[in-house]
């Protein structure tokens, strides 16, 4: 007998790391055993009461969860439409959503009895999330980074070291998160035994894209629960920014099963969408293989992996988490795209507008929130995932903008 339709958007991937035509574990057999036990340890942690338990208690003392929602008034009444909340992840401790995902990985190394992390990261906020919780637990830590990258995020670079991680640069390719995702994935292979790779995005293969979309899945049941007492409804709409998909997927999963929200996923447009350089893999790119899974990939027409671009290094990277590709062939999120400029002018009056000053990335969210807030009446919801805070991205916003530091 056929097994009935799922009537929820919420339980994938299948059993082989499937969503829809996406996703799966396209790993070397040598890697085969070690996604495998991660998979396996994975179920086994996530079932346990008493690990929740643990998550939850440094999720709150040590991360600082719950993130608060801010309604951003002055914002609001100055793009004459919708009421804008803001879901504060940048409050988290080191400063983005990254955290989230960390801890619960790092708890998960352990329960595993691994005593070595290694980690990829391109503008640093994932390297410095994890060599964070890595000094928290004592563990040593190798961070793979592009050595493009590591010359423009000097500061993340000298941070990490502090916190006691080698940053290992990568020469190959162009330098950039790509590569640093190849090396980590060679390293693994060579000392699985000891040794945890813990991934920053929903990227790579089954079971990461799962995991990591569970672990950050905390922002939207915290901004769901959080609106209704607020406003007593859902958003009418929820708007996250896209690189490797897991802020947005972790904001987007909670109402996946609300058909009247809508879900709006900003990519990085950069210089334009009819330029090559943008890192917008579902507004530009099509199917293929990278990583260890199936997905939209920015590619030239023989299949080369095209390098992206964005004013925002944490947006830079050439793929996007499977589960979105997905999403976006069945129609359920919509994926649009903002420029470098309109990005900046939205960090701009953010700051002015609210005294935050966001990250680059969630700035992508904020310039769609400008252009779609006006488009609604002024009993009308947004609800945006502020998901990191501006400070590393003081040097970048003073060159676009002419001024020197
Ligand atoms: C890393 C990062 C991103 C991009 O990663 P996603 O997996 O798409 O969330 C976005 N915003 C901030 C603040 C980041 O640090």
Redesign the pocket.
């Known amino acids: 007998m056929n097994k009935p339709l799922a009537n929820t958007l919420r339980s994938g991937p299948d059993g082989r790391g499937r969503f829809g035509d996406y996703g799966g574990r396209f790993v070397a057999e040598t890697l085969m055993p070690c996604v495998l036990e991660l998979e396996a340890a994975w179920e086994a942690a996530r079932a346990d009461p008493a690990w929740r338990t643990e998550l939850d208690g440094y999720l709150k003392s040590y991360i600082g969860r719950p993130s608060p929602l801010w309604h951003a008034q002055r914002l609001s009444a100055q793009l004459g439409g919708a009421k804008i909340y803001f879901k504060r992840?940048?409050l988290n401790h080191t400063?983005?959503?990254?955290a989230n995902n960390c801890m619960g990985q790092i708890l998960l190394a352990r329960r595993m009895g691994k005593t070595r992390i290694i980690a990829e990261t391109?503008?640093g906020?994932?390297g410095v999330a994890t060599a964070t919780v890595c000094a928290l637990f004592g563990l040593p830590c190798t961070i793979y980074m592009g050595t493009t990258d590591i010359e423009r995020q000097q500061p993340n670079v000298f941070r990490m070291k502090l916190l006691g991680a080698e940053v290992k640069p990568v020469k190959s390719g162009a330098g950039t998160l790509k590569d640093a995702m190849n090396e980590a994935l060679r390293d693994w292979v060579a000392n699985v035994r000891d040794t945890y790779y813990l991934i920053?995005?929903?990227?790579g293969p089954h079971p990461y894209p799962a995991m990591?979309r569970d672990l950050?899945s905390i922002i939207g049941e915290e901004a769901r629960a959080q609106m209704l007492e607020a406003e007593g409804r859902l958003p009418d709409a929820a708007v996250?920014?896209?690189?490797?998909?897991?802020?947005?997927?972790?904001l987007f999963h909670a109402f996946l099963d609300d058909p009247d929200v809508r879900l709006i996923g900003v990519e990085a447009a950069g210089r334009g969408l009819d330029t090559h350089e943008h890192a917008a893999a579902l507004s530009g790119g099509r199917p293929g293989v990278l990583h260890g899974n199936r997905t939209y990939l920015l590619q030239t027409d023989d299949g080369q992996i095209e390098e992206a671009h964005s004013i925002?290094a944490?947006?830079d990277?050439p793929g996007?988490?499977p589960e979105h590709a997905w999403l976006h062939d069945i129609g359920r999120v919509e994926y649009v795209a903002a420029t470098d400029d309109e990005v900046v002018a939205a960090f701009q009056l953010c700051t002015r507008a609210e005294g935050i000053i966001p990250?680059?990335?969630?700035a992508h969210a904020l310039a769609h929130v400008v252009k779609l807030a006006p488009t609604m009446p002024k009993d009308g919801i947004i609800l945006m995932n502020l998901?990191?805070?501006g400070d590393k991205d003081m040097a970048t916003v003073a060159r676009h903008l002419g001024v020197a530091l």
């Not at 400063?95 to 990254?98: I, L, R």
């Open positions: 992840d940048e400063g983005s959503h990254k391109g503008a906020s994932h920053g995005t929903v990227a990591v950050q996250a920014s896209v690189g490797g998909g897991s802020n947005a997927i972790g925002s944490g947006l990277y996007v988490g990250a680059l990335e969630p998901c990191g805070r």
